[in-house]
């Protein structure tokens, strides 16, 4: 089934619709979390590996050189990591206050050589971008979770001002694998919304179905997202799960990280399994490299 179906039923009973206040309580709520976002990816194990994952995906497609617009940045842990590979970067967010962070934490670094200049930008609206002006655009940690509905035009506008033979890379949240890690949660969540709205989301992904909730986006399932690659004139060059086995048992982990040669030889086979095929709606996240078709 595709990520973005149509489960009968949504808020109060109509279908979802993208409104201008969906797009307004992302703003707020990613205004409100603030600087919570810079430890998102250093504050447990779990975060430290999805940050190694997403940084050695983006290594595979990003070359020295390359203009880069980055779209949802948040306070810069991956604007750094285009400067460190030597790419010019576009920084780019909907929240003024994530912006504001971007440059306040790699404004202060070597990586601030590296940014042409931040703006105000929202996914859903590249339209001030010229055709093919971008070797690279990336999207991580889910500003595509965030288009809804919009999500197709979208990847059709990314694609449109990435230039022939560049790529599109993000991460958008994953259906199935959050369910998984976050068993406990989502039987709240049931609980809390009932089981049909629990079952609307299981189905479709769409975190609106649970009306009133604090905060709301679009997970996927990873045949579902390629196929909107597709319908957006694009191909997927590779997928990968972000995270697998780094999303078992926490003291596990820790004891692993704490022996530098477990820790490296452990991040190889971690790295190496989201990639398989077979673990792509596995993690929390799904990561992908789209080109144009
Ligand atoms: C989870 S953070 C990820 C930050 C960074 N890219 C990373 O991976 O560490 C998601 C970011 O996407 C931004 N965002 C959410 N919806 C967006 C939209 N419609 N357009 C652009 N950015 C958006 C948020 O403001 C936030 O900074």
Same mark, same amino acid.
């Given at each position: 089934?595709?990520?973005?179906?149509?489960?009968?039923?949504?808020?109060?009973?109509?279908?979802?619709?993208?409104?201008?206040?969906?797009?307004?309580?992302?703003?707020?709520?990613?205004?409100?979390?603030?600087?919570?976002?810079?430890?998102?990816?250093?504050?447990?194990?779990?975060?430290?590996?999805?940050?190694?994952?997403?940084?050695?995906?983006?290594?595979?497609?990003?070359?020295?050189?390359?203009?880069?617009?980055?779209?949802?940045?948040?306070?810069?842990?991956?604007?750094?990591?285009?400067?460190?590979?030597?790419?010019?970067?576009?920084?780019?967010?909907?929240?003024?206050?994530?912006?504001?962070?971007?440059?306040?934490?790699?404004?202060?670094?070597?990586?601030?050589?590296?940014?042409?200049?931040?703006?105000?930008?929202? #996914?859903?609206?590249?339209?001030? /971008?010229? =055709?093919?002006?971008? @070797?690279? %655009? &990336? +999207?991580? !940690?889910?500003?595509?979770?965030?288009?809804?509905?919009?999500?197709?035009?979208?990847?059709?506008?990314?694609?449109?001002?990435?230039?022939?033979?560049?790529?599109?890379?993000?991460?958008?949240?994953?259906?199935?694998?959050?369910?998984?890690?976050?068993?406990?949660?989502? #039987?709240?969540?049931?609980?809390? /919304?009932? =089981?049909?709205?629990? @079952?609307? %989301? &299981? +189905?479709? !992904?769409?975190?609106?179905?649970?009306?009133?909730?604090?905060?709301?986006?679009?997970?996927?399932?990873?045949?579902?997202?390629?196929?909107?690659?597709?319908?957006?004139?694009?191909?997927?060059?590779?997928?990968?799960?972000?995270?697998?086995?780094?999303?078992?048992?926490?003291?596990?982990?820790?004891?692993?990280?704490?022996?530098?040669?477990?820790?490296?030889?452990?991040?190889?086979?971690?790295?190496?399994?989201?990639?398989?095929?077979?673990?792509?709606?596995?993690?929390?996240?799904?990561?992908?490299?789209?080109?144009?078709?």
């Amino acid at each position: 089934m595709g990520a973005t179906g149509t489960a009968a039923g949504a808020r109060s009973g109509t279908l979802p619709v993208m409104t201008a206040e969906d797009r307004e309580a992302t703003r707020a709520y990613y205004d409100e979390f603030g600087d919570a976002e810079w430890n998102r990816l250093v504050g447990d194990v779990a975060g430290r590996v999805s940050l190694e994952v997403h940084r050695r995906f983006l290594a595979r497609f990003v070359q020295p050189g390359a203009r880069v617009l980055e779209v949802g940045a948040g306070p810069g842990r991956f604007t750094t990591e285009l400067a460190a590979l030597g790419a010019t970067v576009v920084v780019t967010d909907i929240s003024p206050v994530q912006l504001g962070l971007n440059e306040r934490y790699v404004g202060s670094t070597e990586a601030e050589a590296a940014v042409e200049r931040r703006e105000l930008l929202d #996914v859903c609206d590249v339209s001030r /971008f010229a =055709e093919g002006e971008f @070797d690279a %655009v &990336l +999207a991580y !940690g889910g500003p595509l979770s965030y288009a809804f509905e919009e999500t197709e035009a979208a990847l059709r506008g990314l694609l449109r001002i990435t230039a022939r033979g560049g790529v599109v890379v993000g991460s958008v949240m994953s259906m199935l694998g959050t369910w998984r890690y976050q068993l406990p949660g989502v #039987v709240k969540v049931a609980a809390a /919304f009932g =089981e049909e709205a629990n @079952d609307r %989301v &299981l +189905a479709t !992904g769409d975190l609106r179905h649970l009306a009133g909730s604090a905060h709301v986006c679009q997970m996927f399932r990873a045949g579902g997202f390629a196929d909107l690659v597709s319908a957006a004139g694009g191909r997927t060059l590779a997928m990968s799960a972000s995270n697998w086995a780094s999303l078992g048992d926490p003291d596990v982990l820790a004891d692993l990280e704490a022996d530098p040669d477990r820790w490296t030889r452990f991040l190889e086979h971690e790295v190496a399994a989201c990639a398989e095929p077979g673990a792509a709606d596995g993690g929390t996240h799904i990561l992908f490299a789209a080109e144009h078709a």
